[in-house]
């Protein structure tokens, strides 16, 4: 059997499998109204969440491996007859990751602080974990005569919980570091703190500019806003460009997914920790503390994921064919078909921004400390002031958000056509100097600058 | 995409803005993710010979395995006669020669009222041939120190893996192994008359497997 016929039955059988799981949290929570929240606790975070972010782990493995042209954990087997003789794209190397973290020993070095050293993991997981449940996955729909919505929790106060509850975590990490008793673990904790806390503010300012364009700090009237189309090709299949965050805040999309990516400790940033090379804060935890650790890191990138969709990439409404679709006659009457396929979508999009970071992971080398420090107070900080007040001015100037979209729309020209232009672009280079301009052009470009 | 060493980074507008090149950097991971993904690893064990859009060069080892290049001194053979017996007459020349020590033969001698044809050309035969694997050096000087073309180390294998070191002493049945040789000149093929002999000659070099 073709490799392309069983990917692709494989990603079918997850989108199955994200569909029944999004009808099960609509129709027990519609079934069970007292205990709604709960199921959705119970379906959108242990589930989901966690699964997608234990998931990562071995994807982690799987997809660097193909990124570097490796193969990957594939002798993990199950030991049945059918299943004896497939890897099983290498996830049963979760099960033998999760025995082993279980049963490694749970070692507190001596003289350390054991209550910190205990809490360090949970301060890590539990305030990352808790970012999820302001996350929209689906639309409010009414199931069995119920008003369903599919999010757990919708404070006044919106994405400041995001803000909030982001920088506890922080203290997870310090902690870690000072309770080890341990000076490099000591110096990878302040690495961390300095590193989390310095891109908080370009964080908090990265998502200024939507909270502006729609008025509002509410995720899920964030998601609806971003439902409609700006200019609109299309009426009666729905087609048009939709009004989202990518489009009306390119520039603060990149400024939050950077910073997003500093807090999450991974690879550009990932001087805390470096896996490979720098002791980081989790020197002295071994077992399923170290697992904590890890396994938080990996929620981070999905809470990440599911906050960049909900707010910059539509959460989950399609880009368009929606208004068309939900007029079918069997979605019209039956609004649950349609709160399925949107929540499945919102989940893809997860999974793609998911997949995106580890290519980012896998990309690009590590930053240098002050370089850490400088992209932070240096770039983001200013862009982020930047696009503060010119997306201010333009909503001001249109509040049909059509100006703030030119912008943007131009802005991401402007990359695309940098990132396209061909090798050819000598014209800024010394290179007419010498017929071959290799080593000697560079070297006597930056001479002359000096003198 | 190679990088271009003549361009300075720090006049390049793309360089400087830095998300141009990250993103260029994120098409080729995702190229690479993508054919790999898609593309049916072939599992040739030449990885030059590879087809296909995958572009992984893993050879999983037990199940797939790069062959020994020729000339390569595997492990050894005692070189059978056509009817089974070694071609080795017991000469210890490979004994002697042999840097290790690690070749102890013991002779026998032919009756010489023994009714079969060789007894009347060939005085010794091996009673006792034995190598111990484990202090071999692999150097080779065995097979060219054999005036019969006996001892061979064309098996294209390594000695493998045993649980007692008595285990890699190998003994007659052990390497008494693989295609028969025969040569024109042996003794025991020496003709009385000038007729063409009943038997092919088979080629003298052939390797195990190649008949």
């Known amino acids: ?451 | 995409m190679a990088y271009d060493a003549s361009r300075n980074p720090s006049q390049d507008v793309r360089e400087r803005i830095y998300l141009p090149e990250l993103l260029r950097g994120l098409a080729v991971t995702t190229r690479h993710f993508l054919r790999n993904l898609f593309g049916q690893r072939d599992s040739n064990a030449s990885v030059l010979n590879r087809k296909g859009r995958s572009l992984v060069t893993t050879v999983q080892y037990p199940e797939e395995r790069v062959a020994y290049p020729p000339g390569y001194r595997g492990l050894h053979r005692l070189v059978p006669r056509e009817d089974g017996k070694p071609r080795c007459v017991a000469c210890y020349m490979c004994a002697t020669v042999c840097p290790a020590q690690c070749i102890y033969i013991e002779a026998g001698e032919y009756d010489p009222a023994d009714p079969s044809p060789e007894s009347r050309v060939i005085e010794k035969f091996p009673t006792t041939f034995v190598i111990d694997e484990l202090r071999c050096i692999v150097c080779g000087l065995c097979v060219e120190a054999c005036p019969k073309d006996a001892i061979r180390m064309d098996t294209a294998t390594h000695a493998p893996s045993e649980y007692t070191r008595q285990g890699f002493v190998y003994d007659i049945p052990k390497l008494l192994n693989g295609p028969p040789v025969s040569h024109s000149s042996d003794p025991w093929r020496r003709r009385e008359s000038s007729e063409p002999p009943e038997h092919q000659v088979l080629e003298p070099h052939t390797r195990i497997g190649e008949t």
């Open chain 1, 1 to 451: 059997m073709g490799r392309p016929l069983i990917i692709v039955a494989a990603m079918l059988f997850i989108l199955g499998a994200i569909a029944s799981l999004m009808g099960m949290a609509y129709f027990g929570a519609a079934v069970l109204p007292s205990a709604g929240r709960l199921v959705q606790i119970v379906i959108l975070m242990l589930v989901f969440v966690m699964v997608i972010a234990s998931l990562l782990t071995i994807a982690e493995r799987k997809w660097s491996a193909m990124m570097q042209d490796r193969i990957g954990p594939n002798r993990a087997r199950i030991d049945l007859p059918i299943l004896r003789d497939s890897a099983l794209g290498g996830v049963p190397h979760l099960a033998a990751d999760a025995v082993k973290m279980l049963f490694k020993e749970d070692f507190v070095p001596r003289r350390a602080n054991g209550f910190l050293f205990n809490l360090a993991p949970i301060l890590a997981f539990g305030p990352v974990f808790a970012l999820f449940a302001i996350i929209p996955v689906g639309p409010s729909i009414r199931v069995l005569d119920r008003e369903v919505p599919m999010v757990i929790a919708t404070p006044d106060f919106g994405v400041l919980f995001l803000f909030a509850i982001a920088s506890l975590a922080v203290y997870g990490t310090s902690l870690a570091g000072w309770s080890s008793n341990n000076k490099l673990a000591l110096l990878g904790g302040v690495r961390a703190s300095s590193q989390m806390i310095s891109y908080e503010v370009a964080l908090g300012l990265a998502l200024v500019g939507m909270m502006i364009a729609f008025s509002t700090v509410q995720l899920p009237e964030l998601t609806d806003g971003q439902a409609r189309h700006l200019w609109q090709f299309s009426q009666r299949f729905d087609l048009g460009l939709p009004a989202w965050g990518i489009v009306l805040q390119p520039v603060g999309f990149v400024l939050f997914f950077t910073a997003a990516f500093a807090e999450t400790k991974r690879t550009p940033f990932d001087l805390p920790e470096g896996d490979s090379e720098i002791i980081g804060y989790f020197v002295e935890y071994s077992g399923m503390k170290f697992g904590m650790f890890m396994i938080s890191e990996f929620v981070e990138v999905v809470v990440l994921a599911a906050v960049s969709t909900t707010i910059f990439f539509g959460g989950y409404h399609l880009p368009f064919g929606e208004g068309w679709l939900a007029r079918r006659g069997l979605i019209a009457d039956h609004p649950w078909i349609l709160g399925v396929i949107l929540s499945t979508v919102f989940w893809i999009k997860v999974i793609v921004l998911c997949w995106l970071q580890l290519a980012v992971r896998w990309t690009f080398p590590r930053f240098r400390y002050d370089q850490v420090q400088a992209l932070g107070w240096k770039m983001l900080l200013p862009l982020g002031l930047a696009n503060v007040f010119i997306s201010g001015a333009l909503v001001l100037w249109d509040p049909s958000l059509r100006a703030l979209a030119v912008v943007g729309l131009i802005e991401i020209g402007i990359v695309a056509a940098l990132t396209v232009r061909g090798e050819g672009h000598p014209a800024k280079i010394d290179s007419a100097a010498g017929p071959p301009p290799s080593l000697p052009a560079l070297t006597g470009a930056s001479t002359s600058g000096h003198d």
